[in-house]
């Protein structure tokens, strides 16, 4: 179960929707979340990544490394 707070503009824009097209608030929700989730999960995992072994590596090193010539 999750519960989220949305600003009024944005529920009425949800509800309004929700109506008109006779899905539910949550469909669209979840809809969203799925969306979200593919667009973005591997590059916010990334990024929580590289945040945690804060590691780097110079770009003539990682050339070196994998046999580019730069």
Do not use: C, N, Q, W
Request: overall charge positive; charged content about 40%; glycine content about 8%.
């Amino acid at each position: 179960m999750l519960g989220v707070r949305l600003e009024p503009e944005i529920e009425k824009r949800l509800d309004r929707l929700a109506k008109k097209t006779g899905r539910t608030k949550s469909f669209y929700a979840k809809e969203a979340i799925y969306r979200f989730l593919e667009d973005r999960e591997d590059y916010l995992l990334g990024i929580a990544a590289l945040e945690k072994h804060k590691s780097t590596v110079s770009l003539e090193e990682m050339e070196r490394r994998h046999g580019v010539e730069g």
